[in-house]
């Protein structure tokens, strides 16, 4: 099958891709710039995986429109909804400046779904697609000072879940994924704290944080030709919202 995976530079999604190429489908990855999506490239290329790349990006996304119009007229069947702009500054969500707020939504909630209008169209006609997206456990527990990151991403998973009501008759099927807290390059600033991790392994009732190696195989199911998953959410995050109360009391 022919997947378009967004935000194919972080951890995340190289991870998902890389389990993509593995299993032979066509991978097509997306950077917000031609500089960035050449580095993405070339870091795959340095591992032996043969992604291609589209720019798109998603604050300003009519500029990927044509190139994203000729991946869509050799067909896609798969679509990955994981790029996500650098948060704003940490804020409660009355003290978030406006227009950070704003570019936020734009971005991470507007070009997604300016992405997704364009792309449903196609997989209805060809009566076959499979969306997933990328969310986070910060929608069921909250986050503290993440309101616009949990506003936008809670938004877009009840917008799968009416996608899977609306489409499924065309065998297009939506579906959310639901991430913990994950070892990746952007999150470096807290794991790479050995009293955080610490506190984080403790609570998580796995006992440990993910890495973005857990993420690849998950998508297996969701995006294959035979099943019968529609409008799911599956939380891959060691057990959290759980959590292990001997981790709380720990001194």
């Not at 994203?68 to 948060?87: D, K, P, S």
């Not at 969500?93 to 209008?117: C, I, K, S, Y």
Request: charged share 20%; glycine share 10%.
């Amino acid at each position: 099958m022919r997947v378009l995976i967004t935000g194919g530079s972080s951890d995340i999604g190289r991870s998902i891709a890389r389990r993509r190429l593995a299993l032979e489908d066509e991978v097509i990855v997306t950077a917000s710039s031609a500089e960035s999506l050449e580095e993405t490239l070339a870091r795959y290329r340095a591992e032996g995986l043969a992604a291609r790349g589209l720019v798109l990006d998603l604050s300003a996304p009519a500029g990927g429109e044509a190139a994203l119009a000729e991946v869509l007229a050799q067909g896609l069947q798969g679509l990955v909804l994981n790029a996500w702009t650098r948060r704003p500054p940490l804020h409660r969500f009355h003290e978030l400046p406006q227009d950070a707020l704003e570019a936020d939504v734009t971005a991470n909630l507007m070009g997604n779904l300016w992405l997704l209008r364009r792309v449903l169209p196609s997989m209805v006609e060809a009566r076959w697609g499979r969306i997933v997206f990328i969310s986070s456990v910060s929608t069921v527990n909250g986050t503290g000072r993440y309101g616009a990151y949990v506003l936008c991403k809670s938004a877009l998973e009840g917008l799968m879940r009416n996608l899977a009501v609306d489409y499924g008759e065309f065998n297009v099927l939506a579906n959310t994924v639901r991430l913990g807290i994950f070892k990746t390059e952007r999150t470096k600033k807290y794991w790479s704290k050995p009293r955080y991790v610490e506190r984080m392994s403790g609570v998580i009732p796995q006992g440990q944080l993910g890495a973005p190696e857990h993420v690849g195989e998950v998508l297996d199911p969701l995006l294959s030709a035979h099943q019968y998953i529609n409008g799911a959410v599956l939380d891959v995050t060691g057990g959290l919202p759980m959590f292990r109360l001997e981790g709380v009391l720990r001194t």
